[in-house]
């Protein structure tokens, strides 16, 4: 991790007529770091996220996301980014080779270096059998893992993760935990959503959002020390209790 | 026995995927049983067979004394089932899909209204509302009253906590405990290691496979060698570091801490192996035995 920033927020906030769906997020994340994003159903996680990625514009407050301004420049933003969910990620009825193909060309890749980091991708995660084959054939597991890959292909500075791992054994989700460790070592910033309390521990900072506000930022270590918690699952406990919002 | 399963299978794609691969259990009345395991374990296909939503390939299979393939009208009458994905209507309001699921059973509201008094009065405020316009936690709460307002023998619920928060998810499994206290028997599924043990017995599946059945306690037991929880204060370099360590058996996260244990013969090298780590340059090394959780025993029977 350095001390480069590049995630920056000052109090941005979306609105849907009277619904402070996010209210003034403040926060920072640097370069290589793995940035824990947490919430209960409804805290405001999905659409703090879209305006991260330059997919909603914000109703005020600023932020800059790889040097890029949220308002302006949000084009510059997608291109710097890679991004990943367990709804949506890969097309089931390409295959392997054609998804990777077609992920490098989106972000504008040259043919000849897909057609290369194509060939090293698929070594890597053990997929040379499969590489002609539909990825709706895959377990879920290789799924998300090639997944990953894909989101980062294109050598992304950011990489947003919503749920990656959900309802993956819990040898992948500890082998995808891997390579999330491996693409921070290289420079990436991760920022990652999850439910699961034990992937909590894995991020460098966790942040806990309640109501659509920022509740806590910390290393989870200091979260517990803070909450006087045995676990992350106690913290996430004692703040997303005196949540009032439900709705998701 | 309110639900007996003998050998069942259910195969794919002509009988390429093997979903459900000879699977036997037994679920006794008002026991609350869970089927654990990740996407692709076989938990949808077993629920939809007893369901009679899906026949079986091979096996056969009894819910309440009653065959899923001959007596299925009878069965169809006697279970409640929430499906993994939200299915009641959208477009009509709280108050209407659980009047029509009444209906539909030939029953009323308030007839059974005594069942679902404690998880109905939470969205109660909301009954004029569509279902499609409803939050996660209250379509999930409207989706188990549809399912129990005919109050069914077994209740089914696929994944009910899948991608819920853990505030909502305890609430829900406090719900499921009441519920079995009024008698009903309950199967449910979660990919949700953590949420085995709050049901009495448990089968761990995997590719269709069921690997170990029995109560939590019970599976804990069985684990095989005394497993070790490290840490020290740079944890990503120290499991690269542990993985070098020839007299370790296994070695993975587990949150705050690795989770390790010896090879045959090795334990009692804890102190060894913190020397060893102290060598390779890292602080505040502290190893201690803990209990194993039922993820530790998931993970140890699949390999």
Known sequence: MSDEVVI?????????????????????????????????NGAGKTTAMRMLCGLSIPSSGSAKIAGFDVYKQRDQIKKNIGY????????????????????????????????EQARTLINELGLGKEADKLVGSLPLGWKQKLAFSVAIFHGPKIVFLDEPTGGVDPVTRRQFWDMIYDAAST????????????????????????DGVMKALDTPANLKKQYKAQSMDEVFFELARGAKRKAD | MDVAIHNLVKTYNKGEVN??????????????????????????????????????????????????????????????????????????????????????FGTTIQKNYDLIKDIYVQIEPFKTRRAGKLSGGMKQKLALCCALIHRPVVLFLDEPTT????????????????????????????????????????????NGKIMSVDTPPKIIQKFPTALYAIKASAMGRLLVDLRQVDFLASCYAFGEYHHITFKPGKEGEQQTLVQLMNAKGHDDVEIKRIEPTIEDCFIKLMN
């Not at chain 1, 000052?10 to 947490?38: M, P, Q, S, Y």
């Not at chain 2, 499994?173 to 017995?201: F, H």
């Open chain 2, 19 to 104: 979903a459900v691969d000879n699977v036997s259990l037994g679920v006794a009345k008002a026991e609350l049983f869970g089927l654990i395991g990740p996407d692709g374990a076989g938990k949808t296909s077993i629920f939809r067979i007893l369901t009679t939503l899906l026949l079986p390939d091979g096996g056969t299979a009894t819910v309440n004394g009653k065959d899923v393939v001959k007596d299925y009208k009878l069965i169809r009458r006697e279970v409640g089932y929430m499906p993994g994905r939200f299915s009641l209507y959208q477009d009509l309001t709280v108050e209407e899909n659980l009047g029509f699921f009444a209906n539909l």
């Open chain 2, 163 to 206: 991608g819920v928060d853990t505030v909502s998810r305890k609430e829900f499994w406090e719900m499921l405990k009441r519920l079995k206290a009024q008698g009903i028997t309950i199967l449910v599924s979660t990919p949700y290691m953590d949420e085995a043990n709050l049901c009495e017995r448990i089968a761990l599946m995997q």
């Open chain 1, 84 to 115: 990943m969910s367990q709804k949506f990620s890969l097309y089931e009825d390409l295959t392997v080779l054609e998804n990777i193909s077609f992920f490098g060309g989106i972000y504008g890749l040259p043919d000849k270096r897909v057609r």
């Open chain 1, 187 to 210: 420079g990436i910033t991760v920022f990652v959503t999850t439910h699961y309390m034990d992937e909590a521990e894995y991020c460098n900072r966790i942040s806990m959002m309640v």
């Open chain 1, 8 to 40: 920056k927020t000052e109090k941005l906030t979306k609105k849907f007529g009277d619904f402070v769906a996010a209210n003034e997020l403040t926060f920072e994340v640097h370069r290589g770091e793995i940035f824990g994003f947490l919430g209960a």
